[in-house]
């Protein structure tokens, strides 16, 4: 059984999703940081 945040946002057990950038966080720290501060 696979649980993915989008279910678990549907479950109100998150409260929401945040986006990741392509191929990894690790990738692109800075646009991983700004879409964290959109969402914070």
Do not use: F
Not at 2 to 12: E, G, N, Q
Not at 24 to 31: P, S
């Amino acid at each position: 059984m696979k649980i993915t945040a989008p279910d678990l946002k549907k479950l109100d057990i998150i409260d929401d999703v945040i986006k990741e950038v392509q191929g990894g966080a690790h990738r692109d720290v800075k646009q991983q940081a700004a879409y964290m501060e959109k969402k914070h």
